[in-house]
């Protein structure tokens, strides 16, 4: 890419640069991982932000942004650079360091005072992880945050060049609190053994309905439903044809974009690979190969089957799509509709660390939706999104063969704490379910 066209590339990417009292809207809520960024600002490592398209990881170095323009830093100091839109280049990062320096700071970096330099998408750069440990490892006064909707090509271009150099968070859709905060409703459920059943109930409820329509992409908030399938899908597209058809360089993008409609219909069942590869006409390999890739770009969850034994033979997995705001695009039933949002968020508890693993368990006659495992403890999760949900010989039949002391049930509407042969299992709504976690 030539010097100049770089250069107005970032001007034009970095108007705080002329202009003056640049604010972002001031509706934006701030999430939990912003806090964490924000707690890096001052810290050497790398800070790294991963995670699906559209999720707000840009929204997150915006209001870093917004916040060192506001605590008195030089604005020249601070550089945003997107790489969204680039095809993928060779060895382009230490070139737009270079181009910063030289007519922006015009000074050298090892004479100039700290600088905030923010990477977007730098997944579209190659080799970026050696350009940036080769920077780091001068000790500039530099302090990098790179953003990625590539797993493979964040973690692996980090790889051994940024070890003990980056740390990463990974950003999700917004959870049901966080919709609800969006709203301008506050709730204060932290402990999913100890839930109350609010006041505002009905508020919220109806509030839980219009998530199951709209999903965790905040910018599909104030649309249509017209505009919102419009929207889905130029998302999808972007994200099939400019991410991962232009990184892993697929030959068949359209038996990518098929798979994934099948996979978002059955989200929540296990995969059938044999049924896929027929029914996509391509190869077992195919399927095998082209669903790792929708994974690497956060598209899709896969969720392992749960044992105790180290030698358990290796079993299919279950898939859940990554938000069910695509549901708007293609139906899925209801009950896996429901087990999806739980799904997600009780992935979001695995990456907080409260629990290690998720996974689901089954043997011939029963199943276990959701099992979460920790040191500490493994708690078992079913989805019975009925009018009766008592009915659960799978999850008895898994406290029993596991001495499981404690389970939850997500239900529609019941809301109790039962003992059964010994057993605590709590009945919980969806929807109050969903604030606790």
Known sequence: MEEQEILREME?????????NIELDKSLIERGVYKQVLDEVNKKEVTGLIGLRRVGKTTILKQIISYLLRNGVDPKKILFFSFDGFKKEE????????????YILEAELAKTEKIYVFFDEIQKVGEWGEEMKSIYDKNYKIKFFVTGSSSMNILRGSGESLVGRINIHKVFPFKFREFLNFRGVQVDQKNIYEIK??????????????YLKLGGFPELYLLTDQDIKTKIKTFLDL????????????????????????????????VNYNNLSNSLNT??????????????????????????????????TKIYVSDHSFSNISEIEEGL???????NHCKCLVDQGEFDGIFYWRNRKNEVDIVLTSRKEVLPIEVKYREDPKKIPGLLKFMNEFTVKKSIVV????????????????FIPAWLFLLAV
């Open 12 to 20: 034009a990417q970095n108007r705080w640069w002329v202009e003056k």
């Open 91 to 102: 060895k382009i990062l230490k070139q737009v360091i270079e181009i910063y320096s030289r």
């Open 197 to 210: 059943y609010p006041t505002d109930s009905e508020n919220i409820i109806t509030s839980f309905n219009k």
């Open 239 to 270: 994200t099939f044809y400019r991410d991962i058809v232009n990184l892993f360089e697929i030959k068949r993008p359209d038996v990518l974009d098929g798979l994934f409609l099948s996979l978002l219909r059955e989200s929540g069942n296990l």
């Open 283 to 316: 190869k077992f390999e195919t399927i095998k190969t082209y669903i790792e890739y929708l994974s690497y770009s956060f598209l899709i969850s896969q969720s392992k089957f749960f044992s105790n034994s180290r030698k358990t033979v290796e079993k299919n």
């Open 337 to 343: 509709k429901i087990e999806t949002v739980i799904y």
């Open 411 to 426: 239900t529609k509407d019941l809301f109790e704490k039962k003992q059964i042969d010994g057993k605590e299992v709590n």
